[in-house]
Structures are given as C-alpha cells and as structure tokens.
C-alpha cells in the first residue's frame, strides 16, 4: 500500500486503437450522412398513367388540357418549384403550365367551369383534388406532341424532379372554319 496521493497513472492506449476508433465515427458519420443525401433527394413517386391525350385547337383561340391530377386519396402536400412541359413536332403554339385548384381538366376552352382558380404552379401547393393543365395558344396550324410532365417539387424533408400524369398528349392545331 503507498502513501502518496498522486493518482495511478493507466496505460496509454496504442495509436492503433485509436486510429480504429476515429475511422470507426468517420465511417458511422458518412453513413448516416449519405443517407440523409439519398433521403432528401429520393421523394416518393407522383401517379402516372398510359394514356395519351388528344386535342384540336383552332388558331387564335387559347385552349386548355389536363396533363396531371391528384387523385382523391393523394394524401400529399406538396410545394411546386418548376413544371416542365417537353414537346416535339411542328407548329408555333405557346405553351403554359398551369395549376387548377380543386378541380381537373380534360380539354376545354373554359377552364374557369372546372377550376375554383388558375394559376402560376412555381411556389404554389398541390394537394388532392388540384390538377396541372397546359393553356395552348397557337398562331399557326400544326401538331404537337407533349411529352410526359416533370414536376420539380419540395415535399416535407425531401425534394426532386418527378414524371407526372398522363403519357403525352397530341394537340392538333387547324384554321377556324367559317
């Protein structure tokens, strides 16, 4: 027994030892991180359908046609930052995605009659029952083929870009008959 009052000192672990146990946190670290990444990156799938939509429009006369709409038990809120609209063929018609609260579009010229609103999606939210529709104005006769809609979206913790709603839709634009 020693009558000093100085503490015992303990050995000192290897640097091996600790060197494992720094990789060790690295490597929980950059697991738990790259998660998070994939997490906050990978939101859950919009609904999508086969179908393809067609539509005849007249020049000079602004026509509206659904592409996308949360179905009823569509659960989701979410908040849209961008809404691309890829189309193809022939045909100078402006396109204009559009998001129409509490209500859907087929094709009209009256979207006002299924819509309680129109508006801008960027910064909006789409919940159940809204839907995406394109305005279609065209000066000159043509066709044009729609691809797909992708929806760039932020949903709770998790944002991304989506494919949405039907397939595609071919608008055929025509003369006004007199």
Not at 15 to 20: A, D, E, Q
Not at 29 to 35: C, D, E, F, R, S
Not at 107 to 129: A, H, I, Q, R, W
């Amino acid at each position: 027994m020693s009558n000093s009052l100085e503490v015992p000192l303990r050995p000192r672990p290897s640097g091996r030892s600790r060197l494992w146990a720094i990789l060790a946190v690295v490597g929980v670290v950059a697991l738990v991180a790259g998660w998070a990444a994939w997490y906050a990156t990978t939101p859950e799938e919009l609904p999508v359908s086969a179908r393809t939509v067609t539509a005849e429009g007249v020049t000079g006369t602004t026509f509206y046609v659904g592409m996308f709409a949360a179905p009823d038990d569509f659960d989701r809120s979410i908040h849209v930052s961008d809404v691309e609209v890829p189309t193809s063929g022939d045909g100078g018609a402006e396109i204009t995605p559009l998001l129409c609260r509490e209500g859907a579009v087929g094709v009209t010229t009256s979207p006002e009659e299924f819509c309680s609103e129109l508006v801008e999606p960027e910064g909006e939210d789409l919940t159940s029952g809204d839907s995406i529709v394109l305005e279609v104005a065209a000066e000159e006769v043509g066709e044009l083929t729609v691809d797909r809609v992708e929806i760039s979206f932020r949903e709770k913790l998790s944002w991304g870009t989506e494919p949405a709603g039907n397939a595609a839709a071919v608008l055929t634009i025509t003369e006004p008959s007199d």
